[in-house]
């Protein structure tokens, strides 16, 4: 008999009752605005702001409306101008390179091995082009960050952190995101915590917090906030900063805050999916497993792996063979953007030289969103369909397409 799978990929879990009942508080009160607040009123925002910095340990937060608008923020916090030349990952997500693009800056590509971290030789021999990293820990895969930080803090590069896949993960005991002078997360639908968009911006830096918190919009009522630095930081920085208005709203922190108190929960099972899926796919023929390094606590809202060195025919056929049975996935190595899914060559605005050992590991990965909704005897379904239908490309028991 052969198996077809029929769960949704892009289905999430709804938001938890307390979400919704606190969704409709606010929406009652209709005072939407993060700084409508009356008398001594705490904001839903300022709240999660504060929740959410001691979740990771930072002096600061600041909520946004998305994760891109986080990474814009902190690069111009960061004091990056127009024609500044920018390192970043040329395996990430498109709004990476955006938020290079929408502070004007260039985008430097920084190449991807193929355990699909930054290639920190690469990085090595890059880092006198500019003076900030964009560090995208890409599908939740983290580099060796004591190698990394030492390699910029050397090079006086500052590093900030695309955590869009690593909310709530860790490496050597030091949350993602606490490694660099910023960290930037994203509430959107598919990540860790989910309120359809949002962001957050993390960081110890008073004069920094300062800076991003005006940026994004505070008109002069920065007291509001709780997670943030004394108002003499302000004094200075509230005339020189533009207001770029990116905030988040308090019914997006309403339905934010019972999520985040999950995170942890939701972690595990996460990963618990994620280690179906790879015991059911281990020495597969032809299939290459992410290796997940001891000092890595990862959380797994997705899967990948690399058919290495496979031709794009091949991979073609594993792909359409794979939908046939309900299993959606998403390959990196394409000619053209699709989706989620585009590469550096794909962004045309920004230029970049060819990277043959990039290109190489990129035309093998092949990419698995992991709902919460798929239970762990979906995950072995999922691991045994791949794994056949891999196995049967790979052997040529099946006719190339
Ligand atoms: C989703 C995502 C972001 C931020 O996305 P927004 O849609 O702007 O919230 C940033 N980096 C990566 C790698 C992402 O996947």
Redesign the pocket.
């Known amino acids: 008999m052969t198996e077809i799978f029929t769960g949704s990929f892009t289905q999430q879990e709804p938001i938890p009752d307390e979400g919704i009942a606190a969704a409709n508080a606010v929406m009652q009160s209709g005072r939407l605005h993060r700084y409508n607040t009356s008398g001594h009123e705490i904001a839903e925002a300022a709240l999660l702001e504060e929740e959410f910095a001691a979740t990771v340990g930072s002096k600061y937060c600041l909520a946004v409306a998305?994760?891109?608008?986080?990474?814009t923020t902190a690069l111009r916090a960061s004091g990056v101008q127009h024609g500044d030349k920018v390192l970043t990952n040329a395996f990430?997500?498109a709004?990476?390179p955006g938020?290079i693009a929408a502070v004007g800056g260039v985008p430097v590509f920084v190449g991807v091995t193929e355990d699909l971290v930054i290639d920190l030789d690469d990085l090595a021999a890059k880092l006198d082009q500019a003076k900030v990293l964009l560090l995208?820990?890409?599908?939740g895969h983290i580099c060796d960050m004591d190698r990394l930080m030492a390699l910029c803090d050397a090079a006086g590069v500052a590093v900030i952190e695309?955590c869009?896949?690593t909310m709530g993960a860790v490496w050597n005991g030091m949350p993602s995101g606490r490694w660099g002078r910023f960290g930037?997360y994203?509430?959107?639908t598919?990540?860790h915590i989910n309120s359809g968009?949002?962001?957050f911006l993390i960081c110890d830096g008073a004069e920094d917090m300062a800076r991003a918190i005006m940026l994004s919009g505070s008109y002069m009522l920065f007291e509001k906030h709780r997670a943030a630095p004394p108002v003499e930081t302000f004094a200075k920085i509230k005339y020189e900063t533009p207001n770029i208005s990116g905030r988040m709203d308090n019914l997006r922190a309403a339905i934010l805050r019972p999520q985040l108190r999950d995170l942890a929960t939701q972690a595990a099972r996460w990963n618990a999916r994620y280690r179906v899926l790879e015991a059911g796919l281990a020495e597969t023929p032809g299939l290459r497993l992410i290796p997940r390094p001891e000092k890595e606590q990862f959380v797994a809202s997705s899967f990948q792996f690399l058919l290495l060195d496979w031709s794009p025919d091949a991979v073609h056929t594993v792909l359409a063979r794979c939908a046939a049975r309900g299993v959606e996935l998403k390959w990196f190595g394409g000619s053209e953007p699709k989706g989620?899914t585009s590469r550096y060559d794909s962004w045309r605005y920004a230029p970049s030289e060819p990277m043959p050992a990039s290109d190489r590991v990129l035309a093998g990965v092949i990419d698995m969103r992991l709902p919460l909704t798929f239970s762990l005897d979906d995950c072995a379904m999922l691991a045994r369909i791949i794994r056949a239908e891999v196995s049967a490309v790979y052997q040529g028991n099946v006719a190339a397409e």
Do not use: I, N, W
Request: charged share 15%.
């Open positions: 998305s994760g891109g608008y986080a990474m990430t997500l709004p990476v938020a995208s820990h890409m599908r695309d869009a896949h930037c994203s509430t959107q598919y990540k968009e949002g962001g989620f």
